[in-house]
T-cell receptor, first 117, second 107 residues
Framework: DTGVSQNPRHKITKRGQNVTFRCDPISEHNRLYWYRQTLGQGPEFLTYFQNEAQLEKSRLLSDRFSAERPKGSFSTLEIQRTEQGDSAMYLC???????????????FGAGTRLSVL | TQLLEQSPQFLSIQEGENLTVYCNSSSVFSSLQWYRQEPGEGPVLLVTVVTGGEVKKLKRLTFQFGDARKDSSLHITAAQPGDTGLYLCAGGHQFYFGTGTSLTVIP
């Protein structure tokens, strides 16, 4: 069990550029979650996958944001035409199980910190 | 949106003191989770409470779920510098996190 891995750890980009983050969940975890967190605040839910299916998306996820999990393993989160307001920590978590979501323990990665200049 | 409010937002105490952090909502949750997050890391789950009125203990940490399952508290006895971090509650499907309590324990 190597834990949830996120790459890169830090990303600095200029406004208007596209960025892509990768998340490798714990192997055999079929659920994967993306969150956004600003300094000193709790994580805000963005989207959730069960295997390759994207089952839920937050209204926070504007049309500039897209997430994929093509083979039900790793996931990518892409932000197009970045804005300064996108600067935040982007966290990925994974869990296993197919039952009641609240009983699933989420394991978080260390996050990708995005800075948009 | 199920809003979870935590209080206090910031807490700075001396080593050895006791403290309580609160998590409140107007919504009923089937369960609540407490996490601790250290700088530069993701949140780590401490405990899940499921039954109204439930009390769980984890060494010096005591967690309580309100009878109506709308609120929860975390009590730390004899705080240590290693307890420093951001404490987060999360509800229901764990999609909704609280606003967080940043705890600093001064040696």
């Amino acid at each position: 069990d190597t834990g949830v891995s996120q790459n890169p750890r830090h990303k600095i980009t200029k406004r208007g550029q596209n960025v892509t983050f990768r998340c490798d969940p714990i192997s055999e975890h079929n659920r994967l979650y993306w969150y956004r967190q600003t300094l000193g605040q709790g994580p805000e839910f963005l989207t959730y996958f069960q295997n390759e299916a994207q089952l839920e998306k937050s209204r926070l996820l504007s049309d500039r944001f897209s997430a994929e999990r093509p083979k039900g393993s790793f996931s990518t989160l892409e932000i197009q035409r970045t804005e300064q307001g996108d600067s935040a920590m982007y966290l990925c978590a994974s869990s296993k199980g197919t039952g009641f979501l609240a009983k699933n323990i989420q394991y978080f990665g260390a996050g990708t910190r995005l800075s948009v200049l | 949106t199920q809003l979870l409010e935590q209080s206090p937002q910031f807490l700075s105490i001396q080593e050895g003191e006791n403290l309580t952090v609160y998590c409140n909502s107007s919504s009923v949750f089937s369960s609540l989770q407490w996490y601790r997050q250290e700088p530069g890391e993701g949140p780590v789950l401490l405990v899940t409470v499921v039954t109204g009125g439930e009390v769980k203990k984890l060494k010096r940490l005591t967690f309580q779920f309100g009878d109506a399952r709308k609120d929860s508290s975390l009590h730390i006895t004899a705080a240590q510098p290693g307890d420093t971090g951001l404490y987060l509650c999360a509800g229901g499907h764990q999609f909704y996190f609280g606003t967080g309590t940043s705890l600093t324990v001064i040696p």
